[in-house]
C-alpha cells in the first residue's frame, strides 16, 4: 500500500524500524534534563511499567535461547550417529559419548559465571549476540569435525591424519560455553526490559523455547533421517553385513547428525541480529552506569509512551550526582552478600542448590533419554539372557588396539542385537517424541498459564512433592515389573508425566526466580552462579550414570534414590523470598505502614516523613506500582496475582545504604526530625 500524502518521508521510514529512534517532542525533555538519582527508579518504572508483554523483547530473548537449547538437546541424536560412523575405538576413554557430555557441562558452567558476570561489568548491550557468535563458531566446528585421512594398514589397523574425536571435545567445550552464557544473558534481556505485569509471563515463555528446542531437534533428526534414506536408497531394515551396505548407511548417518547440529546456527544468525540492534536495559544504566538520560532514551526507544506530566519540577530539590556506588565493585558485592547476618548470602547459596537439586533429576532422566528411554520401552523378556549380556559387552568394553569395524556402543543395552543404526536413531526419535518431548512442552505451557495465579515459591514446594510421589511410583514399578516379567507400560507413562510437572515447576521457576530476586547491579553474576550450581549437579549425575547404566534395576533404584532429593528441595523452596503481591494486599512489604511509620528493607520501623525525604522517588515510585498492582475483589482460588516491582524485590545496595544512613542520623534540635542533606521532590507520570 503507497503511503499517504499527508505522511513525510521520514514518517514513512519510521515505520519499518525494528526499534523507535524518533523520540516525541513530549518526552524528549527527558533525555535532556539531569534528574538526580532519587528519581531513577520512578522514571523507570513509569516509562517501563505501563506497557505490557513485549514480542520484540521477547524474540530477541527467545530465539537466542532456542538456539542454545536446541544445540544442547541435539546431543540424544548425534551421539549414537557419531558412534556408527566414526567409532571411538578406545579414543576418549571407555565412555567417549559420557566425556563429551561433561565437557559440555563444564563448558556450560564457565560460560555461565564468565559472561554473567561481564553483563554486570562491561554491559549488556556489549555481550548481546557475542555469546550467539561462540555457539555459532563452535557449531561449524562440530559440524566440520573430521578423521582426515584414513588409511587401513594390512594387518586391520586404522591410521588417520586427524582426530574426529579431539575436534569433537573442543568444540564441544566450546559449544557449551556458548550455550551457558546464554542463560544469564537471556535471563537480564527479558526481567529488566520486561514490565512488573509482564515478567513472569515473559520469562516463562523464554524457558519454553527448551521445550520447543528439543522437540525440534528430535523431528529434525527423524525427518533428515528418512529423507536422507530415502534419497540415498537405504534399505531400513538392511543388517548393514555387506561393505557397500555398511558404507551407504554411514554416508546417510554421517549427512544426518551434521545436518541436526548444523540447523542451529540458523535461529542463532537471526538472534544476533536482534541483539546487535536492541538497546542496552535502561536499568543498567540507572542503577550501574548512573546516567538517567540514557536510561530514558533507551526506555522510549523501546516502548514508544507519547504523553507524560510532570508532578514536580526537577528544580524543586536539590540533585545528587550519579556516583552513589563508587566503591570497589568486588568488596561491594561481598558487602551486599554479608548484609543482615549474611541473608543475601544465604539467598544466592538457596537458589543454587536448589538448581543443583533440580538438575540431578533434570538430566538425569532427560539428557541420557535414549538409553533410558529404550529400557523402559522394552518389556523384561524383549531379550535373552545372551541379548544382554553382548549388548553390555559391546557397549562397555572396545578394544583400542582393533579396527573397531564391528562395534555397536551406538546401539542402547537394551535393544536387540538384530536392531539396525537406521531403526536405533528412528526409534530414539519417536519415543523422545512421546514420553519426553509433548509432556515437557504441555507442562512449560502450563507453566506460562499459571505462573502468575500462584506465588511461585509455593508452585516450587508442591512440584517438587509431587515429583518425588512420581520417582517413587516410577522407580517402584519399573522394579516391580522387572522381578514380575512384566510389561512397563505403567512406567513409562509415570515417567513422561514426571517430565510434564518437572517443566510446570522447577525447570521454569527457577530460571525465573534468579532472575528476580537479585539486585541490578549483581544479578549478571549471581545469575551465572546460581545457574552454574546447576550444571555442578548435572556433572554429578552423568558421573553416576556413566557407572551404574541404564538396565531395569539400575535406574530404577536411581529414579529412587532421587526422592529424598526431591524432598530436600520442596523444604528448602519454602524460604525463597515471595516476589508477588499475597491475594488481597495492595502495599508491598518494603514500604508496608506500621506503628505509625514505614518499614524499609531492613525490617526498622522509620518516620515517613524522614524517610521519604531521602527516597521521595523511591518510595512513589513503589507505591505506583503497588496502585498498578493491586489485587481487585475479595480474592479467590485462581486469582492473578500482582508481581513485585524488581527493585521492591531486591533494592539497589546504595539505596538501602541512605535509607540506613538516614535512620542512623541525628535529630534536628529544632523540629525532632532527622536532618536531611539532600532533598528531591520531581518526578513523571507516564500516561
Known amino acids: ?113 564468565v559472561m554473567g558476570h561481564f553483563a554486570d561489568r562491561a554491559g549488556r548491550k556489549r555481550l548481546y549476540g557475542l555469546e550467539l557468535a561462540i555457539l555459532i563458531v563452535a557449531t561449524m566446528g562440530v559440524v566440520q569435525a573430521s578423521e582426515g585421512f584414513t588409511y587401513v594398514a594390512p594387518d586391520g589397523n586404522s591410521q588417520r591424519s586427524m582426530d574426529m574425536y579431539a575436534w569433537l571435545a573442543w568444540w564441544r567445550a566450546a559449544l557449551g560455553f556458548g550455550i551457558g552464557a546464554e542463560y544469564p544473558i537471556s535471563a537480564i534481556i527479558v526481567a529488566e526490559w520486561a514490565s512488573t505485569e509482564s515478567r513472569g509471563t515473559m520469562l516463562a515463555a523464554v524457558k519454553s523455547m527448551q521445550s520447543l528446542a528439543r522437540i525440534l531437534a528430535v523431528a529434525i533428526g527423524l525427518g533428515a533421517l528418512r529423507n536422507t534414506a530415502s534419497k540415498r536408497s537405504l534399505d531400513p531394515d538392511a543388517l548393514q553385513t555387506e561393505p557397500l551396505e555398511l558404507n551407504k548407511a554411514r554416508l546417510v548417518v554421517d549427512e544426518v547428525w551434521r545436518t541436526v547440529i548444523g540447523i542451529a546456527i540458523i535461529p542463532a544468525a537471526i538472534a544476533i541480529f536482534a541483539r546487535l540492534t536492541i538497546p542496552e536495559t535502561p536499568r543498567y544504566y540507572v542503577d550501574i552506569m548512573k546516567d538517567l538520560r540514557k536510561a530514558v532514551k533507551k526506555a522510549l526507544q523501546v516502548y514508544k509512551t507519547k504523553r507524560v506530566e510532570e508532578t514536580n519540577t526537577p528544580e524543586a530539590g536539590t540533585f545528587r550526582q550519579n556516583s552513589d556506588q563508587d566503591e570497589h565493585w568486588y568488596r561491594g558485592a561481598w558487602n551486599y552478600l554479608k548484609r543482615d547476618k549474611y541473608a543475601q548470602l544465604r539467598k544466592l547459596a538457596l537458589i543454587s542448590v536448589l538448581w543443583g537439586i533440580m538438575d540431578v533429576g533434570f538430566y538425569g532422566n532427560a539428557l541420557d533419554s535414549p538409553s533410558a528411554l529404550a529400557t523402559l520401552w522394552h518389556g523384561p523378556q524383549a531379550l535373552t539372557k545372551r541379548d544382554v549380556s553382548l549388548a553390555a559387552l559391546a557397549f562397555r568394553q572396545v578394544d583400542s588396539k582393533a579396527s573397531c569395524s564391528g562395534d555397536t556402543s551406538w546401539r542402547a543395552e537394551s535393544e536387540p542385537t538384530t536392531t539396525t543404526i537406521y531403526h536405533m536413531l528412528e526409534y530414539n526419535s519417536i519415543r523422545s517424541i512421546v514420553a519426553v518431548c509433548i509432556p515437557s512442552m504441555l507442562g512449560s505451557i502450563g507453566a506460562i498459564l499459571i505462573i502468575n495465579r500462584f506465588r511461585r515459591k509455593m508452585i516450587l514446594v508442591t512440584t517438587f512433592f509431587l515429583i518425588a510421589l512420581l520417582f517413587a511410583i516410577t522407580g517402584g514399578t519399573l522394579i516391580a515389573t522387572f522381578r514380575g516379567g512384566r510389561s512397563h507400560t505403567a512406567t513409562l507413562v509415570f515417567y513422561a508425566i514426571t517430565q510434564f510437572v518437572y517443566n510446570l515447576g522447577p525447570n521454569t521457576i527457577i530460571f525465573i526466580l534468579a532472575a528476580e530476586i537479585f539486585p541490578t547491579v549483581y544479578r549478571g553474576t549471581f545469575y551465572g552462579i546460581a545457574a552454574a550450581g546447576g550444571k555442578v549437579g548435572a556433572i554429578m549425575i552423568r558421573a553416576i550414570i556413566g557407572k551404574t547404566g541404564n538396565q531395569e534395576m539400575a535406574l530404577g533404584i536411581r529414579i529412587l534414590i532421587f526422592i529424598p532429593f526431591m524432598l530436600f528441595a520442596a523444604l528448602l523452596s519454602w524460604y525463597l523470598p515471595d516476589v508477588q503481591y499475597p491475594v488481597g494486599d495492595s502495599v508491598p512489604p518494603a514500604v508496608e505502614e506500621a506503628a505509625g511509620g514505614v518499614v524499609v528493607p531492613n525490617g526498622e520501623p522509620h518516620d515517613r516523613e524522614q524517610v521519604e525525604a531521602d527516597d521521595t522517588s523511591s518510595d512513589s515510585a513503589s507505591s505506583h506500582s503497588t496502585e498498578r498492582n493491586r489485587v481487585k475483589g475479595a480474592g479467590g482460588f485462581f486469582v492473578r496475582l500482582r508481581n513485585m516491582t524488581l527493585e521492591e524485590i531486591a533494592p539497589n545496595p546504595s539505596q538501602l545504604d541512605r535509607r540506613r544512613k538516614i535512620a542512623s542520623a541525628p535529630q534536628s534540635p529544632t523540629n525532632g526530625t532527622m536532618q536531611v542533606d539532600e532533598l528531591s521532590s520531581g518526578g513523571l507520570k507516564a500516561q
Open 1 to 113: 500500500m503507497a503511503p499517504s500524502e499527508t505522511e513525510s518521508p521520514e514518517h514513512v521510514k519510521s515505520r519499518w524500524r525494528w526499534w523507535n529512534r524518533d523520540i516525541h517532542e513530549d518526552v524528549k525533555h527527558l533525555t535532556t534534563i539531569n534528574y538526580s538519582v532519587k528519581e531513577r527508579e520512578r522514571q523507570i518504572l513509569k516509562l517501563v511499567d505501563d506497557n505490557g508483554f513485549n514480542s520484540k523483547v521477547f524474540f530477541v530473548a527467545a530465539s537466542g535461547f532456542l538456539a542454545s537449547s536446541y544445540s544442547l538437546f541435539s546431543t540424544n541424536v548425534i551421539t549414537p550417529a557419531i558412534s556408527f560412523v566414526s567409532p571411538a575405538c578406545g579414543r576418549l576413554g571407555s565412555e567417549p559419548g559420557q566425556v563429551i557430555d561433561l565437557l559440555t557441562l563444564l563448558g556450560s558452567i564457565t560460560g555461565m559465571l
